[in-house]
């Protein structure tokens, strides 16, 4: 038996066409639970999308399948349709054309694709993007952050599995933005907490051990780096055209970058705010002047080079960390140490937060108070000897003229 009837959805303009017929005599295909299976009715919603495929779905009730065309056909009008084959590319496809189109600097492009490489597409690379949950992600991100020994796994830190979390949010928000997905599976994802360590300087003992440990034609670079708080790859990157003795500056304004299977080459520093000009201390002079006298700059104009060549950050971390031990530091303490000294001794001398800002190139001040606000001098006790200026001596007048 078979009704006749249908039921005209308005839809977005040249976007899909959208019909219910209601009547049809039921398929095998299709039973019903609600009406006996002989001489039963099916109601069939169906759609044409731009592309001009015939989309049908098939309810047991006609309210059933006017609701669901109601919805697809609001979900077109507004925008937030999206084509049940959209999300059917795999994570891996969609996540290499997203990394291509990614405006960054060479090294962040490098980290990204490592970081997908290794961690993200042996979970995630060869599954639809439809079909990855937020309870995958949760899973995920809970086995970054947990050694396995069976496996050789170590636990990530919580700071390398939120940049994986970033890594792979930025993915899925794209294909949000490209009617993949309806919606990004990493919202609302628990994150480990990043254990905050306080910067602790080495002191002027241990940076003068560290640079006579260091092979001549590289002491200087360790009195650089103290006495300027430039970073590593600037201090790599470092040209004589940037030097002004007559003036005692040194202009920052790119930085050594070393790449895998890349020789190594000069761009823009990390960000705007890192171009600066220096001061350089008279000692910084007086190292850099006597280690140009006997290591001339080679090709390129490079102050300091290894083996006639730029120094790449891998072959640096070979010589750096024996040398670290033989001076008694800390195992694990990076070049960057050298940075914490200089900024020590700027708020050890009174200089304000903007001028340390300034000498390092940080972004903002927030950035410097969050890594040497606890260097600055106390601010309880300069409370405390306000106070007890003022009301101290007017209690000493109340006790001698009480005495009187």
């Not at 009730?61 to 795999?90: C, F, H, M, N």
């Not at 280690?291 to 891998?314: D, N, Q, Y």
Request: aromatic share 6%.
């Amino acid at each position: 038996m078979l009704a006749s009837g249908c039921v005209t959805v308005p839809s977005a303009p040249g976007a899909v066409s959208a019909s219910l017929n209601a009547g049809h005599q039921r398929s095998p295909a299709f039973p019903r639970t609600d009406l006996p299976s002989r001489g039963g009715f099916v109601s069939r919603a169906r759609y044409r999308d731009d592309a001009g495929r015939e989309l049908a779905r098939h309810f047991g009730r006609k309210v059933d399948a006017q609701r669901w065309l109601d919805e697809t056909t609001a979900s077109i009008v507004t925008g937030a349709y999206v084509a049940p084959s959209a999300g059917r590319v795999t994570f891996r496809e969609y996540a290499e054309k997203w990394r291509a189109t990614q405006v960054h600097r060479p090294t962040t492009q490098a980290h990204t694709e490592t970081m997908l490489r290794r961690h993200a597409y042996p979970t995630f690379g060869d599954r639809p993007l439809s079909s990855i949950l937020p309870s995958d992600v949760q899973a995920w991100v809970q086995r970054l952050g947990t050694a396995d020994p069976a496996a050789k796994r170590n636990a990530l830190s919580a700071t390398t599995v939120g940049v994986l979390h970033s890594i792979v949010s930025g993915v899925m928000r794209s294909a949000v933005r490209d009617r993949r997905i309806v919606a990004n599976p990493c919202e609302g994802t628990r994150l480990p907490k990043a254990q905050t360590r306080r910067v602790v300087p080495p002191t002027t003992e241990q940076v003068l051990a560290v640079a006579g440990a260091m092979p001549d034609a590289l002491r200087a670079l360790v009195t650089l780096a103290a006495g300027t708080g430039m970073r590593q790859g600037e201090c790599f990157g470092l040209t004589v055209d940037r030097l002004d003795f007559l003036r005692r500056t040194v202009t920052v304004d790119r930085q050594l970058v070393t790449m895998p299977r890349q020789a190594p080459f000069l761009a823009s520093p990390k960000t705007a705010a890192s171009v600066r000009t220096i001061p350089l201390p008279q000692v910084v002079v007086d190292a850099l002047a006597e280690h140009l006298a006997r290591f001339p700059a080679g090709a390129g104009g490079f102050v300091f080079t290894l083996r006639g060549e730029p120094i790449r950050r891998t072959a640096f971390g070979h010589l750096w960390r024996p040398v670290v031990k033989a001076a008694g530091l800390p195992a694990g303490t990076g070049f960057h140490a050298m940075r914490h000294y200089y900024a020590s001794l700027l708020i050890r001398h009174g200089e304000s937060v903007k001028t340390v800002q300034a000498r390092l190139g940080h972004a903002s001040a927030v950035e410097t108070l969050d890594t040497y606000s606890h260097l600055w001098p106390d601010s309880d006790e300069r409370s405390r000897e306000a106070v007890d200026s003022v009301l101290g001596n007017l209690a000493d007048c109340v006790r001698t003229s009480e005495a009187r």
